[in-house]
């Protein structure tokens, strides 16, 4: 795989460079874990998505739990999750078993993902804001993360969601506005997720902090990403995360370019100069990366 800088379209890169291997996820807490999930029958986004990460932050009893089950009716073409049509099944007992995995995790930050159902009528966001309700009833002194679909830019599902008070709402606009429709599902669109972060700030009755992510390596040149931070941070975005896209499978979006570390702390720069409390922008980077430091950050460094 040849990279490329994102100005002069000249090879940096053949094969996958040295900054973004990892190690095969191995160790007694990540064994733990693994095990409890499949007893419980949960899924993490950590393994759907074959996050590059998976070691280090499960055997720091750190994970994303993937909610409403591990099959997702849209069928975006960079992502691994399983796409198909669940027919309106829910497991009415993940709610408990997420709350008694992450108790038994001794966990103090958690981060709450979820498949995008549109064979529900309400996106399964009662079924969402159940999850973190009672992930908070059994853990009170738990922070929140809800990593969310865009519900078709339905706000009543939204304010759903927000019921459950979490400290961070995420939505991913994945990448920039001229690629969305190549690399997102039709029916996921960059100014329909740009109009859901602002809603939940104008919406929400309490404080929360607002996030998105972005993927590098699809195709965009940098002055397309620095145009794409600047829209988040319009629409009140506070966090954002930026990283590699790394293809999970032959099937999937070729990548484009390996972008540089280099490459990535420009942007991050840029980011934090444009006013964004809290910025992960590195190779290895994904939207739940280390997301309970960033969050310190962000509560440290008003």
Not at 57 to 85: E, H, I, P, Y
Not at 279 to 302: C, D, Q, T
């Amino acid at each position: 795989m040849e990279s490329t800088t994102p100005s002069s379209g000249k090879p940096l890169h053949v094969g996958k460079p040295a900054w973004l291997k990892t190690s095969f996820p191995t160790g007694s807490a990540y064994a733990a874990i693994k095990r409890d999930l499949r007893d419980r029958k949960l899924f993490t986004v950590c393994e759907e998505a074959k996050c590059p990460n998976i070691a280090k932050c499960w055997n720091d009893g750190t994970a994303t739990f993937m909610v409403l089950g591990d099959t997702c009716t849209r069928g975006c073409r960079f992502c691994n999750v399983k796409t198909g049509n669940p027919n309106g099944w829910l497991d009415k007992s993940e709610p408990s078993n997420v709350a008694q995995s992450v108790l038994r995790m001794n966990l103090n930050y958690v981060v709450i993902t979820m498949v995008d159902r549109d064979d529900l009528a309400d996106g399964g966001a009662q079924h969402v804001r159940d999850v973190l309700a009672t992930v908070r009833e059994q853990n009170p002194k738990i922070v929140l993360e809800v990593l969310a679909g865009d519900f078709r830019g339905n706000t009543q599902n939204l304010a759903t969601v927000l019921e459950a008070r979490p400290e961070v709402y995420a939505h991913n606009i994945e990448t920039i506005e001229r690629l969305s429709p190549r690399v997102r599902d039709a029916r996921a669109q960059y100014r329909t997720s740009l109009k859901m972060l602002a809603e939940v700030k104008r919406m929400a009755e309490y404080p929360v902090f607002t996030k998105s992510a972005i993927m590098l390596g699809l195709g965009e040149v940098i002055e397309d990403v620095k145009r794409s931070l600047e829209d988040l941070r319009e629409h009140g975005v506070e966090f954002v995360a930026i990283g590699q896209y790394l293809r999970p499978t032959k099937k999937h979006l070729a990548i484009k370019r390996f972008v540089t570390p280099e490459e990535f702390q420009v942007l991050g720069d840029y980011a934090k100069s444009i006013g964004f409390r809290s910025v992960a922008s590195g190779p290895l980077v994904r939207s739940s990366f280390l997301a309970h430091e960033y969050f310190k950050m962000a509560i440290n460094n008003p």
